[in-house]
């Protein structure tokens, strides 16, 4: 990273709408931040996105007055030549493969999540082969860089990057943690930065052990104060079915918006059931939401975020990152909740797994901080999501139909190897073109 002007900075998927929400990120830190030249990568199919949303970005560095150049390319290994931090945030399939996750398995009253459950799943087995393919081209032309992944089901593909290839540099990143942390300031009325979370777990499944405002622990407040179904505490994604205050006190730990398809699952198979019938599936939401986001993007005096990104559930994405980029490179020290390797940080884990826990974040990555281990009354089900995706990972990499029967059957969402077979069955199906491990040696 020395003896350069400044950082080359590479975003695969660059044609996202969350993009701006990057860039606005790296705008407010340039000054700590000195970035040379961003690399905005994507496909073929996404290549009237990345105009739209490349050309809204170099207007909004414009705007700001920061030397920053932005590229533009469907080039990926044009792109990665010698970069410092690569991001990625692509789905392969795009939003219409997110339909099919969310709507096949409520056919089988099943759980039907982009994450969580049988969507999670069939949405790791099209990504984890890309992500290794974008890991060999790291290998190959910028073995030095960090790999920083917003890409979903984003614990699963982290453990798949930590079993499955030779990069070490690699930090999973969500905003849930992030989530949690500001609305529980908002919830007490103060200033985030007072308020500091104890968080562990899996990506998606992280818990808030304690909390503290100004070095005080506020749990009990804060799990009363969640019991109030006005205080739900959830995403835009995710429906806000309220907590039972009794069950919270005896969780005794702040859980996230997704513990909601584990622990109310009837509630929210219900609540997905409505939707689907009505407003459609989140994915059909979102396209709408993308519409109307990439109409504004293209409005040629628009040169700032637009406020209406906020309606993502992704909204503040860019904080982690920029956050997360900028402690790497001043090597910072300071706490963040990453998904990294847990070396021991949470006992129950295995060491080689990844974890999304509190970390010291220096330059030489993030240090996990030992919590010693989780309540015993949530071990059982993090091992349970923790075993299915390595499983996942498995299954995704060997394209080994038994291998994913087995992660389907073992997900604590899904009720039986009857329902998971076919389940797996009719997703494997749906989901044909973008998963080749899985058919084309059968054809060759
Ligand atoms: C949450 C999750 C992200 C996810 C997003 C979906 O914030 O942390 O991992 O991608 O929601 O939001 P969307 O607006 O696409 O439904």
Redesign the pocket.
Known sequence: MEGKKGLKIVTIGGGSSYTPELIEGFIKRYDELPIRELWLVDIDRGKEKLEIVGNLAKRMVKKAGVPIDIHLTLNRKEALKDADFVTTQFRVGLLDARKKDEEIPLKYNVIGQ??NGPGGLLKGLRTIPVILEICRDIEELCPNAWLIN?T?P?GMVTEAILRHSSITKVVGL???PI?MKMKIAEMLGVEQSRVHVQFAGLN?MVFGLDVFLDGVSIKEKVLKEMGNPENAMT???IAGVAWDSDFLQALNAIPCGYHRYYYKTDEMLAEEIRASQEEGT?AEV?KE?EKDLFELYKDENLSIKPPQLE?????Y?SDAACSLIHSIYTDKGDIQPVNTRNNGAIASIPYDSAVEVNCAITKDGPKPIAVGDLPVHVRGLVSSIKSFEITAAEAAVSGDYKKALLAMTINPLVPSDTIAKKILDEMLEAHRENLPQFFDSVEA
């Not at 309606?311 to 909204?315: F, L, N, S, T, V």
């Open positions: 982009e994450t917003f979903n984003a969500c905003n849930v989530g998606h995403m835009k994604n989140r979102v939401l309606k993502r559930g992704g909204a994405y």
